[in-house]
Structures are given as structure tokens and as C-alpha cells.
């Protein structure tokens, strides 16, 4: 059962558009939402995260929404660039807890 | 952010030897670690909650026995494979925070593990 999912396994976007990866879950006891930047034979790197008392938090060129009614995030990536391209994981845990449930993850390709 | 260090990045060993893999947190304490599980083109799986101190958590499916986890101090857990057989070839990333409520969990490099 496959609590968080990425039904996109790659995305391939031009440099300088926006790239939006989308995410869903099913489990509405999570309580907090991460996603993570993956390259090949590396750790995940933290990106940005949002709690689920809000509907959007931004970093820098990063935004994410969170619609709890749909059971839906995505992250948005504003002006995509080529150091973007990895593999991009949404993440979910419950309240309090460093135990995280990860999608499927998204391969994301900039193109100069 | 803070660091999480794992070593090796890369091992490759005989089938029936066991590998044992070093997550350490260095710039902070971690009374609990995770270690996760990737095979190739799938997302990264849980596998067991390492508690400082304490028997670890094992997640439904996986063996204790055969992977086993200690965390012995603040700064370190490790995952040892016993009696490694090819499909446990994979790649073991580990993570930690800075307390219990803090989300934001810390990655290490990840093991890549081939048994041959």
C-alpha cells in the first residue's frame, strides 16, 4: 500500500520555465510534508517542508502547496535551472516524528 | 544544516560475509536514527528506527536478525548485514535529527552495497 505517491516518474522541463512536481497521499494522519533532492549514489538533500496547518510555504526560486482536501502537494520550481535535474522525493511523516514514508520520487530534467 | 556522515559509500563482498555500515551525526545528538532501504528505481523504504540506548525498531518485513542495528552513542548507529546474500545488494542511506520533534530529517551519503 502505497501511502505517498508520485504518479510522474520523470518530467523533463526547459530551463527558465517552471517545473511542478506533484505529489499525493492517502493517510490523513500525516502531519508534515517534505521533499528531497536526490542525486545518483547520494544521500537525499532536504529541500523545503511544509506543516499541514498551511497551504503554501516559499524558499527562494522553491514553493510548496499543500492541499489537504485533495490529499496533494507539489512543488514548484521558479526559474528551473540545470543544477535542478535529479530525482525529487516527496516525503510524509505524522506529528512529531523524523519516521518518513517517501513517494516513488520524480526524475526532473532541465533543458539549456 | 546539520551533518550526518556514513561510511563506506561503497562495498562490495563475498556472499555469507557480513558488512557492517557507520552512520554517524557530527555536529549534533541524535537519539534516534533511521536507516532506509533503495532498490533500484523505487523510492526509499524504511527499515528500521534506531534508538540510542535501546533495541531498535524494525519496520514489517524486515529482519532483525539479519540486519542488525546498534546505537550506542548520541553519534553513532550502525547497520550490520549478517551473512549477506545477493539480494540484499542495495543501497542503505541512514538519517537523523536534531530531537524528536524536529521533521527536517538529515541524510547521509548512503551505502551501495553489492554482494557477489
Known amino acids: 500500500d502505497q501511502q505517498v505517491k508520485q504518479n510522474s516518474p520523470s518530467l523533463s522541463v526547459q530551463e527558465g520555465r517552471i517545473s511542478i512536481l506533484n505529489c499525493d497521499y492517502t493517510?490523513?494522519?500525516?502531519?508534515?510534508f517534505l521533499w528531497y533532492k536526490k542525486y545518483p549514489a547520494e544521500g537525499p538533500t532536504f529541500l523545503i517542508s511544509?506543516?499541514?496547518?498551511?497551504d503554501k510555504n516559499e524558499d527562494g526560486r522553491f514553493t510548496v502547496f499543500l492541499n489537504k482536501s485533495a490529499k496533494h502537494l507539489s512543488l514548484h520550481i521558479v526559474p528551473s535551472q540545470p543544477g535542478d535535474s535529479a530525482v525529487y522525493f516527496c516525503?510524509?511523516?505524522?506529528?512529531?516524528?523524523?519516521?518518513?514514508?517517501f513517494g516513488q520520487g520524480t526524475r526532473l530534467t532541465i533543458n539549456p | 544544516g546539520a551533518v550526518v556522515s556514513q561510511h563506506p559509500s561503497r562495498v562490495i563482498c563475498k556472499s555469507g560475509t557480513s558488512v557492517k555500515i557507520e552512520c554517524r551525526s557530527l555536529d549534533f545528538q541524535a537519539t534516534t536514527m533511521f536507516w532506509y532501504r533503495q532498490f533500484p528505481k523505487q523510492s526509499l523504504m524504511l527499515m528500521a528506527t534506531s534508538n540510542e540506548g535501546s533495541k531498535a525498531t524494525y519496520e514489517q518485513g524486515v529482519e532483525k536478525d539479519k540486519f542488525l542495528i546498534n546505537h550506542a552513542s548520541l553519534t553513532l548507529s550502525t547497520l550490520t548485514v549478517a551473512s549477506a546474500h545477493p539480494e540484499d545488494s542495495s543501497f542503505y542511506i541512514c538519517?537523523?535529527?536534531?530531537?524528536?520533534?524536529?521533521?527536517?530529517?538529515?541524510f547521509g551519503q548512503g551505502t551501495r552495497l553489492t554482494v557477489v
Open positions: 516525503a510524509a511523516s505524522g506529528r512529531g516524528a523524523q519516521k518518513l514514508v
Open positions: 538519517s537523523a535529527g536534531y530531537s524528536a520533534m524536529n521533521t527536517e530529517a538529515f
Open positions: 493517510n490523513s494522519m500525516f502531519d508534515y
Open positions: 511544509i506543516s499541514s496547518i498551511k
